[in-house]
């Protein structure tokens, strides 16, 4: 590690990185610079070095995000959407595993931490309100693998996460990101399992409440 920069006050506590609060919701004009931007910060970093592991995925996961955008650009049939989409949430939990490791790493600098292109958060968000849980939530199934939610708008500017858990909601994992409004596409189930899932929106103000679903089934 190279010589740092002045530390912030030892009893500051650098907030949770903001890239993580919001970045696996970036539309897509936002979403393929992000991803550019920190590997392009972080190769050759001169405060921190990030394991090469982490930096191989996150290189490897953002090729195939901008692979599958490009094969959706040139063909935007469901299928590539989809596939756009799925290519979309491993690339996030990739550089979210790099957003993480820089965070519990960077010595409470900020000046480490910005320099691999990530935010701090802020630590107040009074301006907006936490969004209630959605409502009339139905579902269908989509391509194989995949079921297509809906719910009712919150508004313009709110986006919705889908997650879904195997073990009754013990543990939670990130299936889909909302591109439209209403519709909420969870990829890459597993046919035949019995899944529960959750939907929240997201706004200014943080992760709304979550609707639960009973056991749902993916399709067989």
């Known amino acids: 590690m190279g010589s740092k920069t002045a530390a912030v006050a030892a009893t ?22 992000f991803l550019s931007k920190v590997l392009l910060c972080a190769k050759d970093n001169p405060y921190l070095k990030a394991p090469t592991e982490i ?16 094969n959706r650009d040139a063909n935007p049939s469901p299928a590539n959407t989809q596939f756009l989409e799925a290519a979309h949430i491993k690339a996030a939990d990739s550089f979210e595993v790099l957003a993480k ?25 009074t301006a907006a309100t936490q969004l209630s849980a959605p409502t009339n939530v139905e579902y269908s199934y989509g391509m194989p693998g995949t079921i297509v939610f809906k719910c009712k708008a919150f508004g313009r500017g709110v986006q919705y996460i889908v997650e879904c858990s195997l073990d009754g909601g013990l543990t939670w994992t990130m ?20 899944y529960v899932f959750r939907i929240y ?16 089934i993916s399709a067989v």
């Open 55 to 70: 930096l191989e995925d996150c290189t490897a996961r953002a090729d195939d995000y901008f692979k599958a955008r490009t």
């Open 201 to 216: 929106g997201v706004n200014e103000a943080g992760n709304g409440k979550p609707w639960t679903s009973a056991a749902i």
């Open 12 to 33: 500051t506590t650098i907030a949770t990185l903001q890239v993580l609060l919001d970045f696996k919701t970036y539309v897509e004009k936002k979403f393929g610079p």
């Open 175 to 194: 299936c889909g990101v909302s591109t439209k409004s209403r519709s909420i596409i969870a990829s890459g189930l597993v046919r035949g399992k019995e």
């Open 101 to 125: 490791w820089v965070q519990d790493n960077c010595g409470n600098d900020l000046a480490v931490l910005l320099s691999f292109g990530f935010k701090a958060a802020k630590t107040s968000r």
